[in-house]
């Protein structure tokens, strides 16, 4: 029987108070990893970390968009026993911005989706080099713009969401990076979600109505919104001795929504 068997292992997870990343915590620790737990809602961590097995999450809680973020996550790592196996950077969110958007905007998203992870995946490097089973993995999304028209303030329906380019800069980054970790048997991947009905989404698509019609508007062939489950599991995957062979790649968990082939 193939396992998915993640028992001795060592993670850090980002976004880890909601959403992907934090059914991203629960799949690891159900494949008997051990967790930090990264995100700014202290409350929130604590709360997974008790509905958990006890010691398998230990929280973390920052904001990763601080200049010495990395340096305290490293901090907790050697804390934690100095090993590190697996690193999911899965904070983030969607920034929807006008054609005329100030630098502040454009600056606070990068920050976000891109150089808070690429800074962290830097400063843990090390840990990951030591390890035989090195992981970096990125939660990113598409880069296909899309209007949606169910904002009810109508000046945040733009085309333009500036964390689309901090996206592509990750999979760039991600791409590049891959090839230089491979000889310390690291690998390196993102992992792109669809629509996934997590809190931002649920504040964009409160209803069912609004999440049906935008099931139908963007023609999302499997006719659903997925669930943040389904991203985690796809990232323990990667995780997991079962992806050895897999790095560079950017995994569409979309339901088919992305409409390119590549
Ligand atoms: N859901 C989707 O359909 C979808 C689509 C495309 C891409 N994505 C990407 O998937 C990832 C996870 O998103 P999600 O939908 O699960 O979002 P979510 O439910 O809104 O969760 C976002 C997570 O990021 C954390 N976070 C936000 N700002 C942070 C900061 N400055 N420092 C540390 N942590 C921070 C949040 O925790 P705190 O608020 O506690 O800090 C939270 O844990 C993101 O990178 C997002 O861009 C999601």
């Not at 990395?70 to 929807?96: H, K, Q």
């Not at 969401?161 to 760039?172: D, E, I, M, T, V």
């Not at 069912?208 to 999302?220: F, N, P, T």
Request: glycine residues 10%.
């Amino acid at each position: 029987m193939i396992a998915l068997d993640l028992r001795d292992r060592v993670a850090v997870v980002t976004g880890a108070s909601a959403g992907i990343g934090r059914a991203t915590v629960g799949v690891l620790v159900e494949a008997g990893a051990t967790v930090l737990a990264v995100a700014r809602r202290e409350e929130n961590l604590r709360e997974l970390a008790e509905t958990l097995p006890s010691g398998a999450v230990i929280p973390l809680p920052l904001d990763i968009t601080e200049p010495d973020a990395a340096a305290w996550v490293v901090d907790a790592v050697e804390a934690a026993g100095g090993r590190l196996d697996i690193l999911v950077n899965a904070a983030g969110g969607s920034r929807t911005v006008a054609v005329d958007a100030p630098d502040s905007a454009w600056d606070e998203a990068m920050e976000l989706n891109f150089s808070g992870g690429r800074r962290l995946s830097q400063a843990l490097i090390p840990f990951l080099r030591c390890s035989e089973h090195g992981r970096i993995i990125t939660v990113t999304g598409s880069s296909e713009p899309a209007t949606n028209p169910v904002f009810a303030d109508a000046s945040r329906a733009s085309a333009l969401n500036a964390s689309n380019s901090a996206k592509a800069a990750a999979h760039a980054w991600s791409k590049g990076l891959s090839r230089e970790l491979g000889v310390d048997g690291i690998t390196v991947n993102c992992v792109a979600p669809g629509t996934i009905l997590t809190e931002q989404l649920a504040r964009i698509f409160p209803t069912e109505e609004d999440r049906r019609r935008h099931v139908e508007e963007m023609g999302i062939p499997a006719g659903r919104f997925g669930a943040p489950i389904e991203l985690a599991h796809t990232i323990a995957f990667l995780a997991s001795d079962l992806a050895e062979y897999i790095t560079g790649e950017i995994i569409s968990v979309d339901g088919g929504k992305r409409r390119f082939a590549f």
